[in-house]
């Protein structure tokens, strides 16, 4: 039997980064704001430390890093308070976007020693001009460690002529492109950087007399940490010991600016959870605003008071989207009811072991059942947040259709995926795609999927559910193939990885 690995089919999402300065547990706090962004990368996960050894009176990075999830790695204790120790620490999630999965040497935090003495690197994101940087200082003798593209931040900071090592950090930021947003160790601090685009998010907060920064906001709620702001697009934010006696946050700017930002409006549809702030807005505000704005999308009406329609999700990223569609929808006087008809399992594991036959259908129900008393005879409308290859869609349907339903509908809140992302996000190849293998026909991607109707969210509706004021704007390049960074599409590829 095969093992295969075990994913929703959805695009799975990038990195989870997160740092801490000047708390007596910085690894605990670092262990906890990681297992809160778990949902952002599951393959792999570390922790670097920065401890002060005063009888060598210097400073040294203590490294813990492994395949698995959070708990997985860090299952010893005497790891993070015997080994992970020092008052300053950045952790990283890891989902591969390039290098290779199998390849342990990915496994970030990254960790230099050079001239100008440590340096750790988280980075969530995905940098375009990569492969042409890589070529460039490869012929130039630098030797890489990994086929990560993260690891070029390390090389051009390494090779800066500057002394200060935040200005190697600022140089190096000045040669990459496309999206990071990252989390730096240097001996005597912590640095947070994001591209000008702004594509992925990074929060800065404060505990007790700590700074923290995260990808989202839930990882400061775990720690019992206050929101300050985002770190701005094309901003560095440091912060050493001067920033923990005076409270003053110091702050620095890339030299490339994009002069529009473009947050990745995929984080408010899936990647990002509900019950936290990225790009400094509420996730679960605009997700059940997607979902009220997909009510008024080909609604299905009861047509008798014997006409039972009820709604429900596909858990559990669709939950907050389906709470919008059900109250606007009765709002409207449609009269439909919120039921759960679809369970998750969320104790299966990453894996799933390949039967010889049938193996779709166990796949689906090892992580999916109905209740089947809540389906049959009714009209059913599926709330989904997005459909990417259409199998697992597919293989939902056909376990709900097993149940009775008299009818059922599928609603996406977004509109459909025919781009891949070179940002950080992996989606599977274009023409895997159920939208291009269907080339954009909805009612042939009907058909395939077997149900009575299907709509997504279209994208004016897409853009309508996202905040635009304080100059936020939005990159939907994997709907419009409008891409903000021009793209050279070897440039994103690790041909390493091929
Ligand atoms: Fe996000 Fe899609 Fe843009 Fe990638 S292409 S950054 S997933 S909106």
């Given amino acids: 039997m095969k093992k295969i690995s075990n994913d929703e089919g959805k695009p799975r999402c990038h990195c989870g980064v997160f740092g801490i300065f000047g708390h007596p547990e910085a690894s605990v706090m670092c262990y906890y704001g990681l297992q809160a962004l778990q949902h952002r990368g599951q393959e792999a996960a570390g922790i670097v430390t920065s ?16 395949v698995g999830l959070v708990s997985d790695v860090f299952k010893d204790e005497k790891v993070l308070r015997e080994v992970l120790k020092g008052s300053s620490a950045i952790g990283h999630n890891r989902y591969s976007t390039t290098g290779s999965t199998d390849n342990k040497s990915n496994i970030q935090p990254f960790v230099v020693n050079y001239k100008s003495g ?70 005597k601090s912590l640095v947070a950087a994001r591209d000008s685009h702004g594509f992925r998010p990074l929060a800065l907060g404060k505990v007790d007399s700590a700074y923290v920064v995260a ?77 009220k704005l997909l009510a008024d999308v080909n609604p299905i009406t009861p047509q008798s008071p014997e006409d039972k329609v009820i709604i429900i999700s596909v858990p559990d990223s669709s939950n907050t989207c389906t709470l919008g569609y ?6 409207q006087g449609r009269n439909v009811r919120l039921e759960l008809g679809l369970i998750r399992s969320h104790y299966i594991g990453r894996t799933f072991i390949q039967p010889q036959e049938n193996y779709r259908e166990i796949k689906v129900k090892t992580k999916y059942n109905t209740v089947k008393g809540v389906l049959k005879g009714r009209k059913v409308i599926i709330v989904d947040d997005s459909v990417v290859r259409g199998t697992t869609s597919k293989q939902l349907v056909k376990l709900i ?3 009775g339903p008299k009818e059922v509908h599928f609603r996406v809140s977004c509109p459909p995926i025919k781009f891949p992302c070179y940002y950080g996000m992996d989606f599977p190849s274009s023409k895997e795609l159920i939208a291009n293998r269907f080339k954009g026909d909805v009612e042939a991607i009907r058909k395939e999927l077997g149900v009575d109707s299907l709509s997504y969210l279209p994208m004016e509706k897409l853009i309508a559910s996202a905040p635009t004021d304080d ?28």
Wanted: proline share 2%; aromatic share 10%; with cysteine.
């Fill in 215 to 291: 990808s989202e906001t839930c990882a400061f709620d775990i720690i019992g940490a206050e929101y300050i702001r985002d770190v701005a697009p094309g901003e560095i934010i440091v912060i050493d010991n001067d920033v923990l006696a005076t409270g003053e946050v110091k702050s620095f700017w890339i030299s490339k600016r994009s002069s529009k930002v473009h947050h990745c409006i995929f984080e408010f549809i899936y990647f990002s959870r509900p019950d936290s702030k990225v790009f400094g807005i509420n996730v679960d505000r605009v997700r059940r605003k997607l979902g």
């Fill in 471 to 498: 100059g936020r704007n939005y990159c939907t390049a994997c709907f419009d193939g409008n891409y903000p960074v021009i793209i050279d599409p070897e440039a994103s590829k690790n041909e390493n990885d091929q």
């Fill in 326 to 331: 059900v109250t606007e929808s009765n709002k």
């Fill in 51 to 66: 401890e002060w050894l005063e009888d060598k009176k210097k400073q040294r990075f203590n490294i813990q890093k492994g």
């Fill in 118 to 187: 440590n340096l750790a690197l988280g980075h969530n994101g995905n940098l375009t001009n990569y492969r042409k940087l890589r070529y460039a200082l490869q012929n130039e003798g630098t030797i890489f460690q990994s086929t990560s593209d993260s690891e070029i931040i390390l090389h051009l900071a390494a090779r800066s002529k500057q002394k200060d090592q935040i200005l190697q950090i600022k140089e190096a930021l000045d040669f990459v492109e496309g999206a990071y947003s990252i989390v730096m160790l240097t001996d």
């Fill in 401 to 403: 259709k097993e149940a």
